[in-house]
């Protein structure tokens, strides 16, 4: 239903004085560079990676608050990258989004309803009764009952979780087809997620949103995504159904990620794999596969050359050179 | 209204705007220095609306008397044309007050809407707008002054489109400032995914987030602008029509009052402008407690978690428990 096609999100770098009158280029970040998705109508994809790898960029780019650089945002196949004004204001109205910091993204000094209603009064929707009647359902699907005990609440009078839902309810008034979930729980204490996670299943399951859930937490995405895709360094490296993904991982990144991943089964525990190093800088992506710097496979191949994206199973696609052979343990 | 505010009880505590009279109040009331300032500003703003309407018109008192002394009949004396000063004083207390304000207004409805367009369209917006700024900014205050107040004529409304020309550089770079941080926030990428426009994030989300600023500067501008009317006033450009504090001075100036001796001409009306302008500076310090957001209101604690699972027992209970005076955070006031 939504699609991203190569997109691309990259940020000049301001050059010094000492580098213009040397002649320096401009850098680039490359924040997002060529990230191809897509989700289903009631599909539930899970972005996975590492701080920089852009995933939060990505989920900003589809909700039109990043600019995007190059590519394609595509909505029921049309084309919403470079629409503005009108056309944008009713692609929102079908696409939102929920932040990380549930103590940044509430206005403190507009009340609980004012809040979620508000979103209705920017589209035009409704007169004030259907207003009030979609606002109380946006509340209670999120888990705010009795919904007369918040709504006239300021946001410094709820806890972290009840204004993630403030948030939720917020961004689902519009009943919109997509929702970008950027961490939505990362904030929050481990006993709420778990209830976060249960209305985002239930917005799913009776609104039939489509959820681009954001998290750096692996066993968090396999917990509630159809598929996962694993990112690094502004590209996808693997995406696949979040079971096979998990079972059968083909890229190295993504085991090295599953391996430390915790297991509740000590018997299970699977031997770790530390990566060395860290996240090249985004202005510095190195050359050949972007993961080479830190992989333990890698070979002089690697080096030079991009690798492919390789269909392991259909939907199940790796962009390794490694991908179809099966796993071996680095020496 | 301030203190049947303050004795509202509890449930006024749901409803945001009163409850922001009541800590406005209690913070004013806490402070000793807002507080004096406040009880000089009510005193003045009584005499400037009640005032003239008792004291009945200027020429009444003293035809033909002119230069008289302070006595029981005319407790500030009297003027070259004999008019009692005290009752000018009442007259120019109104004038004075009412420039300051108007003016101040205006001065803030300008400055704030500049630094909000700079400050959240950015780019060229901000530069262009702030350019503008920076040239009202360097340009000497009174000299323009005097030159427009020159070349509009001297009418009241001329002296306040003066005083808010000149005076809202200040506030608009101030007000700029914080909106770059507002616009920072969370919230206002939220307003901008629902679709909301610049504009209506500007009127809807950052306006109400810098407007406490704004009420601060609001109250050091009034001070400003008083003093500016006072000076335009004495060096002659002000409105002829009606007394200020400064037209006073001016006269009692020009007819040698100084050296004359004639104290009571132009100690008033100078006392009354260093009263006014102190008050109003002590009671804009107060604002920037009042419009705190993380100031207000601590008491209300988060409510429970609409998910709380019940384990069936209590995990961990506490009974008795007490907390020395010394360590308690609340109670040091933290």
Redesign the interface.
């Known amino acids: 239903m939504i699609g991203l096609r190569g997109l691309r999100v990259h940020y000049p770098l301001r050059r010094s004085l000492g580098a213009w009158l040397r002649g320096e280029p401009v850098g680039v970040i490359r924040a997002v560079d060529g990230v191809d998705l897509d989700l289903g109508r009631g599909e539930i994809v899970a972005l996975v990676g590492e701080s920089g790898s852009g995933k939060t960029t990505t989920g900003r780019a589809l909700?039109r608050?990043a600019p995007i650089t190059d590519g394609q945002v595509l909505l029921d196949g049309e084309d919403v990258t470079r629409i503005g004004g009108r056309a944008?204001?009713?692609y929102?109205?079908r696409v939102?989004?929920i932040?990380q910091?549930p103590y940044?993204?509430?206005?403190?000094?507009?009340?609980i309803a004012q809040q979620v209603e508000?979103?209705l009064l920017?589209?035009g929707l409704g007169d004030a009764a259907e207003r009030a009647r979609r606002v109380d359902r946006a509340l209670d699907d999120a888990?705010?009952?009795p919904v007369e005990?918040y709504r006239?609440?300021?946001p410094?009078?709820?806890?972290g979780?009840?204004r993630q839902?403030v948030?939720i309810a917020?961004a689902m008034v519009?009943e919109p087809d997509v929702l970008v979930a950027d961490e939505p729980v990362s904030m929050l204490d481990v006993s709420?997620r778990?209830?976060i996670l249960?209305v985002m299943l239930d917005l799913r399951a009776h609104r039939d949103v489509a959820i681009l859930f954001i998290t750096h937490d692996l066993s968090l995405a396999w917990l509630i995504a159809d598929r996962i895709a694993v990112m690094y360094l502004g590209r996808v490296m693997e995406i696949g159904p979040a079971e096979t993904l998990v079972r059968d991982p083909r890229h190295p990144y993504t085991r090295a990620l599953l391996s430390v991943m915790p297991s509740p089964d000590p018997a299970h525990r699977r031997e770790r794999r530390i990566l060395r190093g860290e996240t090249p800088d985004a202005s510095r992506v190195p050359p050949g596969c972007r993961f080479h710097t830190r992989c333990p496979l890698a070979f002089d191949r690697c080096r030079t050359e991009e690798p492919p994206s390789v269909e392991v199973t259909p939907g199940h696609v790796a962009a390794c050179f490694l991908a179809t052979e099966p796993p071996t343990d680095p020496a | 209204m301030t203190s049947a505010a303050a004795a509202a009880p509890s449930p006024a505590r749901?409803?945001?705007r009163r409850d922001a009279w009541t800590h406005a109040w209690s913070v004013i009331r806490a402070d000793r220095q807002s507080m004096l300032g406040m009880v000089i500003l009510v005193v003045f703003a009584i005499i400037a609306i009640a005032g003239p309407i008792l004291a009945g018109p200027i020429d009444r008192a003293g035809a033909n008397r002119p230069m008289l002394d302070p006595s029981l009949a005319h407790l500030f004396g009297t003027d070259r044309s004999g008019r009692d000063l005290f009752l000018t004083n009442i007259w120019a207390t109104q004038v004075s007050l009412l420039v300051g304000v108007v003016a101040s207004i205006l001065s803030m409805v300008i400055g704030t809407a500049m630094g909000i367009a700079a400050g959240y369209l950015g780019g060229r917006w901000d530069a262009w707008l702030m350019r503008l700024t920076d040239f009202f900014y360097v340009l000497p205050t009174l000299v323009l002054a005097l030159v427009l107040a020159a070349i509009m004529g001297p009418s009241l409304s001329n002296v306040i489109l003066v005083i808010a020309v000149t005076s809202w550089p200040a506030t608009a770079r101030v007000i700029r400032s914080q909106t770059l941080t507002v616009r920072e926030?969370?919230?206002v990428?939220?307003?901008?995914?629902?679709?909301?426009s610049s504009a209506?994030i500007m009127r809807?989300?950052v306006l109400?987030?810098v407007f406490g600023l704004v009420l601060a500067n609001t109250t050091l501008t009034i001070a400003g602008a008083i003093f500016l009317e006072t000076t335009l006033s004495f060096l002659g450009v002000g409105p002829r029509d009606t007394y200020s504090w400064g037209r006073i001075l001016d006269e009692s100036f020009e007819a040698g009052a100084l050296t004359l001796g004639k104290w009571a001409w132009f100690v008033p009306p100078g006392v009354a402008v260093v009263l006014v302008v102190l008050a109003f500076t002590l009671v804009g310090g107060a604002f920037d407690e009042i419009l705190d957001?993380?100031l207000?209101?601590r008491g209300?604690?988060?409510?429970a978690?609409?998910?709380a699972t019940d384990p069936g027992g209590p995990l961990l209970s506490i009974e008795s428990l007490s907390v020395p005076e010394s360590l308690d955070p609340e109670r040091r006031g933290g």
Not at chain 2, 300 to 303: E, Y
Request: hydrophobic fraction near 25%.
């Open positions: 909700v608050l944008l204001r009713a929102r109205r939102q989004i932040f910091d940044e993204s509430l206005d403190p000094r507009r009340t508000e979103p920017v589209q888990g705010l009952r005990r006239d609440r300021f410094h009078e709820l806890s979780g009840q839902r948030a917020s519009l709420l778990s209830g249960r | 749901r409803h945001g926030r969370m919230f990428d939220r307003a901008r995914a629902t679709g909301a209506r809807r989300q109400p987030n957001p993380r207000r209101r209300a604690g988060p409510g978690e609409p998910d």
